[in-house]
């Protein structure tokens, strides 16, 4: 019976084993392994985390199982207790940081730590540190101010008015623009879209008005022709062209189907009265400036224009009065200007020939200077054009067509131009009578209404479509002049160059800086810009000439352009 109880007892110490020391029991798999787990029987040790693992007995190896009191008397004890065997056994391992877990770190407690930063050490430490960071930030204030202070200043941009950013466009006979049938004034707002693309600023229309050739008591500067339209369409034409930014001036010449513009001396007087009230009449109705032509005609021509401008500006600062001149002679020009700081003025000063390089940049040159105030050395604004009312082809030889769009659209001023100057349009009369206002070739159907056949590449639709032709280079030049400010408003140097040329630089503050080349020569030319600093190397911007890469770099040491050509080049500001 003892024997049977020790048994019993033996039994069940194996089906609730403990473990009190055991050596490694399983060669465990690489990456975990079964370490010694040292303590009293049934506990674990208290100083490392452990994990649970489970051991199936029956598979450890022979040698490594736990023994029973009799194997042979145990297993068949443990048969007859109900199919007992030896089971899953419940260890704790412990894992391969828990050496290192029982080492853990707690940190210093809130007095300790007061203790060590109340140290002579650590209050000097501070206060070193302290001082460093208010010395280099006072270092960097002051970096900053002498950044600032040395640093160059930019330059205050000049007021300007809408007549400073684009070119001025004129209409003199509405009815020839459109083609005949168009619908006068009316139809005339189907073509602004034409003139958006084209980047233009101002409308200069008509005239327009009611007259009698040649009779000052028959001329009606208050109403609108009715061949043209009326009052209405007018009206409708002025709100549709300020909705897309184009501003209207309209053409008070008084005798324009006449001789003489301004009739016979003796009837001037009354001309000039009539101007003077209808400059109110439009300037209520909403018109933004006027043109008025042959001004070289009028008696005391200096002390009207004077008078009829203040008469403009009193309605508004934006409001502008552009004169006309068939004079080429700079001292008649200078003394119309003279007495009018801000008026406009087109004249035939830049059609004199000869068509030189030489000749070009002396008429420009000698125009500026003749310009400049003596207060502040500037020169006043100028306007551009070669004739009061003619096209570009009436006073250009067909070659250098192109390079005087692009001295037009690069000289400090507002360029001018009549309507057609953008295709090239020429101005067909017939042999012994007067010259007639052309008709704008908008498409082949125009030829109906011309002397000759029109081929596609003369007119609006053709050249729109070729990338290459003269309308495009007008419209990038526009484009250029508009948005670019050293174009816009910059200063203008002149730089000696080849036999032939004309080269100037626009420059503006910090922006970014333009050359012109302009070849009038007949062969092609080497630049030889010798002008001191200039880079060595430059941006192509456009040529009136196709054949040239666009945005190639070139090198100015080796320029060459070809018979009439002309360049656009660009450069950056260096400091």
């Not at 019993?8 to 050596?23: D, I, K, L, N």
């Not at 300037?283 to 403009?312: C, H, M, S, Y």
């Amino acid at each position: 019976a003892a024997d049977e109880v020790r048994r019993s007892e033996q039994a069940a110490a194996g089906r609730a084993f403990r473990v009190p020391e055991v050596e490694t029991l399983v060669q465990p798999p690489p990456d975990r392994r079964l370490r010694r787990v040292a303590g009293p029987a049934g506990t674990m040790s208290q100083d490392a985390e452990v994990d649970m693992k489970e051991v199936e007995l029956n598979e450890l190896e022979p040698e490594k199982q736990p023994m029973n009191a009799a194997s042979g008397a145990g297993a068949s004890a443990v048969g007859a207790g109900g199919a007992e065997k030896n089971g899953l056994v419940k260890i704790k391992v412990a894992d391969d940081g828990a050496e290192a877990a029982a080492a853990k770190f707690t940190g210093l407690s809130k007095e300790e730590l007061l203790k060590v930063a109340g140290s002579p050490g650590w209050v000097r430490t501070r206060w070193a540190l302290l001082l460093l960071f208010w010395l280099g930030w006072l270092g960097m204030l002051a970096g900053a101010v002498v950044i600032i202070v040395r640093a160059p200043r930019c330059r205050d941009l000049p007021a300007q008015s809408w007549w400073h950013k684009g070119p001025l466009y004129r209409v003199g006979d509405p009815q020839a623009f459109q083609g005949p049938g168009a619908g006068g004034l009316a139809g005339l707002k189907g073509r602004l879209d034409h003139l958006s693309s084209l980047k233009v600023k101002g409308l200069v229309l008509g005239p327009i008005h009611k007259t009698q050739r040649d009779d000052v008591h028959g001329t009606n500067l208050e109403e609108i022709d009715p061949a043209f339209g009326s009052k209405e369409d007018f009206e409708g034409l002025l709100q549709s062209a300020k909705k897309k930014g184009i501003q209207v001036l309209l053409d008070l010449t008084p005798n324009y189907r006449g001789q003489d513009s301004w009739f016979l001396p003796a009837q001037m007087d009354a001309a000039a009265t009539k101007i003077t009230d209808a400059l109110r009449f439009w300037l209520q109705a909403g018109v933004d400036g006027f043109q008025v032509r042959d001004v070289e005609n009028l008696k005391n021509a200096p002390l009207l224009l004077a008078e009829w401008q203040n008469i403009t500006k009193s309605f508004g600062e934006d409001r502008l009065l552009l004169a006309g001149t068939k004079s080429s002679n700079l001292q008649e020009i200078v003394s119309l200007l003279d007495s009018n700081s801000d008026l406009l003025l087109t004249s035939s000063y830049l059609s004199a020939s000869p068509f030189t390089g030489e000749h070009v940049e002396l008429l420009v040159t000698q125009f500026l200077n003749a310009t400049r105030s003596h207060l502040t050395n500037d020169s006043r604004w100028c306007s551009w054009s070669l004739s009061q009312k003619g096209l570009l082809t009436s006073f250009v030889p067909a070659q250098l067509l192109r390079l005087y769009q692009l001295l037009l659209f690069t000289l400090p001023g507002t360029p001018v131009f009549s309507y057609g100057d953008e295709i090239g349009l020429k101005a067909a009369a017939l042999p012994g009578q007067p010259q007639q206002a052309p008709v704008m070739l908008w498409d082949e159907s125009s030829s109906l209404n011309t002397s000759g056949p029109v081929s596609s590449n003369m007119t609006v639709k053709g050249q729109s479509e070729d990338p290459g032709s003269l309308l495009a280079l007008f419209r990038r030049l526009s484009d250029h002049r508009g948005k670019e400010r050293s174009l816009l408003h910059g200063d203008f140097h002149v730089l000696p160059s080849g036999p032939g040329l004309f080269s100037y630089v626009r420059k503006w503050d910090q922006n970014e800086r333009f050359l012109v080349v302009l070849n009038f020569g007949d062969v092609g030319q080497p630049a030889q810009l010798g002008a001191s600093g200039l880079p060595a190397r430059v941006d192509l911007l456009l040529s009136t000439q196709p054949g040239r890469e666009e945005g190639a770099s070139l090198e100015l040491e080796h320029l060459k352009l070809e018979p009439h050509e002309g360049l656009l080049l660009r450069f950056p500001y260096v400091a």
